[in-house]
């Protein structure tokens, strides 16, 4: 008999699950599908190569190359992959790596990303300018702190040929699309259904007991536990799903959501993005450290100019 009760509840917690999952997975193709093909044209076409050039004479007072430029550009328009590809066509330092890596990993993927963000609280403008301010926060922090090095950076490309027609184009766009659609169809939903499992057996209090210390070490609020665990194992724009039925549902204020925004816009993913580049030589420390690190000022630093606000 309880057997059956547990299965009723489950399954009770999909069919509630499922249509709400649905309808977010909708929405993130209308916001990621037509944005990963204008970026697939404008690279292909080269103009986020001809803006890297105006930004070269910049990355000289960070420490990298003026190469450097065409990585970060990528990044901030495409996910991570095609942002290493490029990477590794370049002739740098370990350490001119790591810095690259940093502000690559707070700023890539920011059309969809922030588009997200906007959704649950955060204006779009100001956090798209927030994570590239980090972005370069990061490197002039790591330009400081790490010692200086001539070790080369040495990895074998990991990414796919460029294409070469806009027949390819189209073709790579379409099947990396297809593969895309699977997989947020099946995380958002997985995670929609984990949600409603852990408010229906009461476990949801006891995640945000656990954190709730980490949180507010964070300048975070203690009910936001499961929203950061999403972001930092499967990343923002799989956890959307989560953040924007917390606030759709109001279990979540947009002030609350956007400090959560702040804090994932620099420090998400820490698992998956961050061994990406521990997989190419890059320390782990380094950058998870630095993220951390710079997530829970930033945080901090919101909070204790809107408590000046107030007062004034």
Request: charged share 10%.
């Given at each position: 008999m309880a057997n059956k009760q547990i299965i009723r509840r489950l399954y009770k917690c999909l069919r509630l699950a499922t249509p709400r999952s649905l309808s977010i997975c909708l929405w993130l193709f209308k916001v990621m599908l037509p944005i990963s093909l204008a970026m697939s044209v404008l690279q292909h076409v080269g103009v986020i190569s001809w803006l890297a050039g105006y930004l070269s004479p910049?990355?000289?007072?960070i420490g990298l190359s003026g190469d450097s430029a065409?990585?970060?550009?990528?990044?901030?328009f495409l996910p991570l992959y095609p942002t290493i590809a490029v990477m590794t066509t370049l002739t740098i330092t370990l350490r001119e790596a790591t810095i690259l890596a940093v502000m690559c990993l707070v700023s890539h993927n920011l059309p969809v990303e922030c588009s997200v963000a906007h959704k649950t609280g955060s204006p779009f403008g100001k956090i798209v300018a927030f994570r590239i301010f980090m972005s370069f926060a990061s490197a002039i922090v790591l330009n400081w702190l790490m010692p200086q090095s001539d070790i080369p950076f040495t990895f074998m490309s990991m990414g796919s040929a460029e294409a070469t027609s806009w027949g390819m184009l189209f073709t790579d766009w379409l099947s990396s699309s297809l593969v895309l659609i699977v997989t947020i169809v099946l995380i958002v939903t997985a995670l929609m259904v984990l949600q409603r499992v852990l408010e229906e057996f009461g476990w949801m209090h006891r995640i945000a007991h656990i954190l709730s210390p980490?949180?507010?070490?964070?300048?975070?609020?203690?009910?936001?536990?499961?929203?950061?665990?999403?972001?930092?194992?499967?990343?923002?724009?799989?956890?959307?799903?989560?953040?924007?039925d917390e606030v759709e549902q109001g279990r979540l204020t947009r002030d609350e959501a956007n400090l959560v925004n702040h804090h994932l816009g620099v420090s998400h993913s820490l698992l998956e993005d961050t061994m990406l580049f521990v997989a190419m030589g890059i320390s782990f420390w380094w950058i998870f450290l630095t993220r951390l690190a710079l997530?829970?000022?930033?945080?901090?630093?919101?909070?204790?100019?809107?408590?000046?606000?107030?007062?004034?």
């Amino acid at each position: 008999m309880a057997n059956k009760q547990i299965i009723r509840r489950l399954y009770k917690c999909l069919r509630l699950a499922t249509p709400r999952s649905l309808s977010i997975c909708l929405w993130l193709f209308k916001v990621m599908l037509p944005i990963s093909l204008a970026m697939s044209v404008l690279q292909h076409v080269g103009v986020i190569s001809w803006l890297a050039g105006y930004l070269s004479p910049i990355f000289s007072y960070i420490g990298l190359s003026g190469d450097s430029a065409i990585v970060f550009l990528t990044s901030i328009f495409l996910p991570l992959y095609p942002t290493i590809a490029v990477m590794t066509t370049l002739t740098i330092t370990l350490r001119e790596a790591t810095i690259l890596a940093v502000m690559c990993l707070v700023s890539h993927n920011l059309p969809v990303e922030c588009s997200v963000a906007h959704k649950t609280g955060s204006p779009f403008g100001k956090i798209v300018a927030f994570r590239i301010f980090m972005s370069f926060a990061s490197a002039i922090v790591l330009n400081w702190l790490m010692p200086q090095s001539d070790i080369p950076f040495t990895f074998m490309s990991m990414g796919s040929a460029e294409a070469t027609s806009w027949g390819m184009l189209f073709t790579d766009w379409l099947s990396s699309s297809l593969v895309l659609i699977v997989t947020i169809v099946l995380i958002v939903t997985a995670l929609m259904v984990l949600q409603r499992v852990l408010e229906e057996f009461g476990w949801m209090h006891r995640i945000a007991h656990i954190l709730s210390p980490l949180m507010r070490l964070f300048g975070l609020p203690s009910g936001c536990s499961l929203l950061w665990l999403t972001g930092n194992v499967v990343g923002m724009a799989y956890g959307a799903a989560i953040m924007i039925d917390e606030v759709e549902q109001g279990r979540l204020t947009r002030d609350e959501a956007n400090l959560v925004n702040h804090h994932l816009g620099v420090s998400h993913s820490l698992l998956e993005d961050t061994m990406l580049f521990v997989a190419m030589g890059i320390s782990f420390w380094w950058i998870f450290l630095t993220r951390l690190a710079l997530a829970m000022v930033a945080v901090w630093t919101m909070r204790g100019v809107k408590k000046l606000g107030v007062r004034n």
